[in-house]
């Protein structure tokens, strides 16, 4: 087992006392040497964190004990190396800007389909009713580059902020379809999913815990590449390894 554990978590919910909240969270988590980045906002909470396994599980522990993060679920992955070089604890209006005030997760969740589910709809092409099912890519053109689902649907997306214009344009086009959007955790498809319901795309899911839970129980069928992430890392194989060094890209960019 490498020694230094990786999650990734969040969590929609309504949260007040922002400041306090930062002071008591960035305390705790320098007391266990974790390092990585926290952003707590009205409408929740977004993590990625890393620290040996004792420590890092204590923090989560603690922190479920207040009853607003008692459902948060983690992504996990294990690397050699501390992969943060700090401890940051942020104070943003958004968990993931959209900039759609009605769209708001913490109040309910869209349709979502979990990874082995989704496993058997792309092994026959068709879900459950038969309906052609479509991967809808919601990440930017950067992270799509690394490495997607096979035939996904993606937009060349600079930022997160162009997804509803973009979804909104393939509307007509895609009305006869099944569409599962995904990003690297799952957090962007909480807004992506309810703002595709909310345009008349009802035969729309998101998936359960993004690429990074998809890897962590089915591995890379279906999936091409890697997944990039963000941190010193920059990308994970289906097999939740570090990509190798000569498969960099930013190495690539920089040469």
Known sequence: MKPILNIAA???????????????ILDECNSGQLKGTILLTGEGINMFLAGSEPKLRNFLNDLRQDPRFAPLQTKDSWSETQPFKKMLVKIKNEIIRMNHPAI??????ANFI?????QEWLDRGTDDLGRPVVMVDTRNTFEVEYGTFE???????????????????HKDALADKTLVSFCTGGIRCEKSGLYMREIGMQHSYQLEGGILKYFEEVGSAHYTGSCFVFDEREALEPNLDTIPLERSIRKKQIA
């Not at 060349?156 to 909104?168: Q, R």
């Open 10 to 24: 969040y969590l929609f919910v309504s949260l007040d006392n922002l400041t306090e909240l930062r002071a008591k």
């Open 151 to 169: 035939n996904a649907l993606h937009f060349n997306i600079e930022k997160f902020t162009e997804f509803p214009a973009a979804i909104t344009a």
């Open 104 to 109: 708001r997760p913490e109040e309910g969740r």
């Open 114 to 118: 979990a990874p082995k589910k989704l």
